[in-house]
């Protein structure tokens, strides 16, 4: 086959459709019946398609003819149909394809070319099946597209409930901070520095020096679990001085909330934007149902029993019964016997003999 001395190689799938290289001169693959498995066209085409077909190369743009028979009207159809619906889930496995609960019927395109859909509803004798199709992928497409736009425009309220939550607990945390600040600036005392010094007194402790409040806090703090940072246990100073240096944080503390809130505020109207959008494509929708709920209708018309046809036994063996016996003289009425009138035929031997008649 190589060496082009044979020129057309049958053979079966398991015998040649596997494994076997004869590709170099191959110009076109026949398929001559239906395998069950996608994988089994597969294979057959892999005798011709693949790499080192030489005359595919120089001679038709890398390209080989593919034919496929099928009788309209046969089981081909339903095997196509498996082949389909095998060929469709595992493409779309293996291309990660499945994001939802169902399966894509795929379509006719330059990739794929006809695919098992296009070959079930041509080999059926109706073309209304392979339009069908084409609808209930159209009107799938849209529904899924609708369910995204919903979910995105779901998302978006949901986010922009959140920011805006958000942004208020924000504006009151500041309002409070803000009051805090100005009350701990009216009382707090600086040395020459600006260093805060330590003026405050604590209610359960009497004592008012530096030194007992340190002690008194980091009592506290060994038996208190608190969620404000920690008390230094090694240097009473320190220790005391927590409180006054958290005070002291305030100011940045307000500016990474009014940081925040206003990257929070950016968003506010991109969000609104896309809530206040409409699908576009609702109408077009509701087309495409009416037109596939015509078609159904239309396809049930077609296939269903005609009145006629359904009580057809039961005209017959009435017919049977009423219709009587033809007589003698009725038999010879419908025996078509040819008429001729001797007295005007001049006898020659080239009259036809399917003239000639015996009495």
């Given at each position: 086959m190589n060496d082009g001395d044979v020129r057309v190689l049958f053979g079966s799938t398991s015998m040649l459709g596997t494994g076997v290289n004869a590709q170099r001169r191959a110009v076109c693959i026949h398929h001559l019946d239906t395998p069950w498995r996608p994988s089994d066209l597969t294979q057959r085409d892999g005798r011709a398609i693949r790499a080192g077909n030489e005359i595919a190369k120089l001679y038709a743009d890398n390209k080989v003819d593919v034919i496929i028979y099928a009788v309209e009207k046969s089981l081909d159809s339903y095997k196509f149909n498996l082949l389909h619906c095998k060929a469709t889930f595992i493409g779309q496995l293996k291309s990660g394809a499945l994001g939802a609960r169902t399966i894509d019927e795929g379509g006719m395109d330059e990739k794929s070319g006809?695919?098992?859909?296009?070959?079930?509803?041509?080999?059926?004798?109706?073309?209304?099946?392979?339009?069908?199709?084409?609808?209930?992928?159209?009107?799938?497409?849209?529904?899924?597209?609708?369910?995204?736009?919903?979910?995105?425009?779901?998302?978006?309220?949901?986010?922009?409930?959140?920011?805006?939550?958000?942004?208020?607990?924000?504006?009151?945390?500041?309002?409070?901070?803000?009051?805090?600040?100005?009350?701990?600036?009216?009382?707090?005392?600086?040395?020459?520095?600006g260093t805060p010094l330590n003026n405050l007194t604590i209610d359960t402790c009497k004592l008012t020096d530096e030194k007992n409040m340190g002690v008194h806090l980091q009592g506290l703090a060994q038996r208190t679990d608190t969620h404000n940072g920690y008390i230094a246990m090694s240097d009473t100073h320190a220790a005391c001085m927590n409180f006054v240096n958290a005070l002291e944080k305030i100011p940045g503390i307000i500016a990474q909330y009014e940081e925040r809130t206003v990257k929070l505020k950016a968003d506010v109207p991109t969000l609104e934007g896309i809530m206040s959008k409409k699908w576009g494509k609702e109408d077009e929708l509701k087309q495409l149902k009416s037109d596939l709920a015509a078609l159904d209708r239309k396809i049930q018309a077609e296939?269903?029993?005609?009145?006629?046809?359904?009580?057809?036994?039961?005209?017959?063996?009435?017919?049977?019964?009423?219709?009587?016996?033809?007589?003698?003289e009725a038999k010879k009425s419908m025996v078509a016997e040819p008429i001729i009138d001797y007295t005007s035929v001049n006898v020659n031997l080239s009259v036809s003999k399917a003239y000639i008649m015996r009495h």
């Open positions: 006809m695919n098992f859909s296009e070959y079930m509803a041509i080999l059926s004798g109706n073309t209304d099946l392979l339009d069908k199709a084409k609808l209930e992928k159209r009107i799938a497409a849209l529904e899924s597209e609708r369910k995204s736009f919903n979910k995105g425009r779901g998302d978006a309220e949901f986010r922009l409930q959140t920011i805006t939550h958000d942004i208020a607990n924000n504006e009151a945390t500041i309002g409070l901070m803000k009051a805090d600040w100005e009350r701990y600036s009216k009382v707090v005392q600086r040395d020459k520095e296939i269903a029993p005609k009145p006629e046809q359904a009580d057809g036994v039961e005209n017959k063996k009435a017919e049977a019964n009423t219709i009587d016996a033809p007589s003698t």
